[in-house]
């Protein structure tokens, strides 16, 4: 029954395809969800049906290409043939999503970029660069299926460059994705990670737990990862110097997918038992890969396992072998150290770039703030100094009035002293009517009964200021007697105090009887001083 799953599936997916009737975003939506949930095989059948030259617009196009480039870490490399290089199919998908505002693609085309530099070209410090740009951008993708993909990455990439605390840090967040997900699939895998782990910190306990756990999800899993699962219960009882068991574990593993470093921990295990020339022929299968790690640690093996057995022209011809190796790897090491040092330049490059226009950037709106606040403080500054000296023009004048009503009460002849002063009051009458010639329109046309509905603020503000002229003292009492005074409250005071009557207000104001007396009641509550006693 469950070999059928993926057959249905794949029925259901020609039927789309065969319904679709040239509607291919159905088709890469399908070949999405089925690579979600980790059917590769089923997915890259509906691909393969897919005409790429049919495809309309460029979301579309890009959409198929991130999918490529998704399907090309899990097919076999003989079964693409790419019209272009993979790294420009990767860069134009970076590039693209970029610009797009699609976080979750973009997540998608560095993980991919990284995981292939990662697994087929074995550039860790590349791989490192797309990895953490896409662990940095998986929070907007909001997606636990990519979360899986690029924890796991990451935690594969720390175990090679040798941070396995990082590495068990990944793994963690790996299986905790697979278990969000419910994906049995992932589950299995992401154990397998915590069982390599723990066993290299030897801590069986720990191994037990998770390889157990792995076992119990054994059929859940397809053929590859049943034979990582099954050699990594191997490595448990080879590590317990279990060395049957080891080897029973060790043979189903191939029996699911034969693996080159599961040759050379079969070969160990019968080199120690003394089946020497078996152990040389798996050796010889371990070595058939491309992948110089592998050999590497295949070498390795072979001088541990010779010189035990004190087979030592075994064991120079495998360590001159080894050191050949190492060189190779170390030079594949430092070409790609070379090439991430340069990419390090440049980006240091831009990012000096961006800080001095960032900085200069500030220093602008630094010097614009301080042009602004200075023509602020200016004005804020003339205006009051405008008020106060009228207000000073305004207290010599009461002072100039209440001298010559003195002279005049005096009974002396006091006419030159009289025409002195009031040359001076007229003098200080015609330097604020001059500045306050719009205030005193306004105040004009009040007097004349017109109504100040239409007036803006600044209109208030004109008028207030030249109350001041008309009655200094009531204008300087309402000042102390009350607290947080709008322009709007003072013109009310103002009316009432040029003995408007409440009829005439509530036309000048625009507002009903009722306003009127809200408005007064407030004013109460905002006088701060006692009022002035009645008359008796």
């Known amino acids: ?67 490529l480039c998704e399907l090309y870490l899990h097919i076999p ?46 550039q860790h410090q ?37 941070n396995k605390d990082l590495a068990l840090d990944y793994s963690y967040k790996t299986l905790a994705c697979a278990e969000r997900s419910g994906n049995y699939h992932q589950m299995t895998y992401a154990c397998n990670h915590m069982v390599v782990l723990y066993l290299e910190q030897k801590e069986p306990d720990s ?34 110097e279990q060395g049957d068991s080891a080897t029973i574990y060790y043979e189903k593993a191939l029996a699911e997918f034969p693996m080159p470093f599961i ?87 831009e990012r000096r770039k961006l800080d001095r226009f960032m900085l200069w950037g500030l220093v602008f709106a630094l010097a614009l703030l301080a042009m602004i606040a200075s023509a602020v403080i200016y004005h804020i ?24 009503e003195q002279l005049e009460h005096s009974g002396k002849d006091a006419s030159k002293d009289i025409k002195s002063l009031q040359k001076k009051i007229d003098s200080l009458h015609a330097e604020q009517t001059e500045k306050l010639s719009e205030g005193r329109e306004l105040y004009q046309r009040i007097v004349a009964g017109e109504s100040a509905v239409t007036w803006s603020k600044d209109n208030l503000l004109k008028f207030i200021e030249y109350y001041k002229v008309v009655n200094l003292p009531f204008m300087m009492q309402i000042e102390r007697d009350y607290a947080r005074l709008s322009p709007g409250n003072r013109f009310f005071l103002i009316l009432q105090d040029m ?20 408005t007064r009641s407030r004013l109460r509550q905002k006088r701060v001083a006692p009022p002035p006693p009645a008359a008796s």
């Open 1 to 67: 029954m469950k070999k059928l799953i993926p057959v249905i599936l794949l029925a259901v997916a020609a039927l789309v395809v065969a319904c679709s009737h040239g509607t291919h975003q159905r088709q890469l939506v399908l070949v999405d969800s089925l690579m979600s949930q980790s059917l590769a095989d089923s997915a890259y059948h509906v691909f393969k049906m897919i005409d790429h030259d049919a495809l309309s617009g460029e979301s579309q196009k890009m959409y198929h290409d991130v999918l």
């Open 77 to 122: 490399r003989d079964s693409f043939h790419l019209n272009e290089p993979l790294d420009s199919i990767q860069n134009r998908c970076i590039d693209y999503y970029k610009h797009a505002g699609d976080p979750r693609n973009l997540t998608r085309a560095y993980l991919y970029k990284g995981k292939t530099l990662l697994e087929l070209r074995h």
């Open 126 to 162: 590349q791989a490192s660069q797309y990895l953490k740009l896409a662990e940095e951008t998986l929070p907007r993708a909001n997606d636990v299926h990519l979360s899986y993909q690029t924890n796991e990455a990451l935690a594969t990439l720390n175990y090679y460059s040798g």
């Open 207 to 240: 191994v037990r737990k998770y390889s157990n756990r792995s076992m119990s999800l054994l059929s859940k899993m397809p053929p590859k990862d049943r034979a990582y699962a099954l050699s990594n219960l191997g490595q448990i009882y080879q590590s317990m």
């Open 263 to 349: 040759y050379h921990y079969l070969a160990s295990t019968h080199y120690s038992h003394g089946n020497r020339a078996t152990a040389d022929s798996l050796w010889a299968k371990a070595l058939q890969t491309t992948d110089l790690r592998y050999q590497v640690e295949a070498y390795k093996s072979m001088v541990v396992k010779k010189y035990e057995g004190k087979d030592f022209q075994g064991t120079a011809d495998a360590a001159m072998r080894l050191l050949e190796l190492k060189d190779s790897l170390v030079q594949q090491m430092q070409t790609a150290e070379v090439q991430e040092i340069q990419l390090k330049y440049d980006k240091e490059v």
């Open 381 to 404: 500054r003339k205006t009051n100094r405008a008020k106060e000296k009228i207000m000073r023009d305004q207290v010599l004048i009461n002072d100039y009035q209440r001298q010559i």
């Open 499 to 518: 003995g408007k009557s409440d009829d005439e207000m509530t036309y000048i104001l625009g507002v009903s009887d009722g306003a009127l007396r809200v």
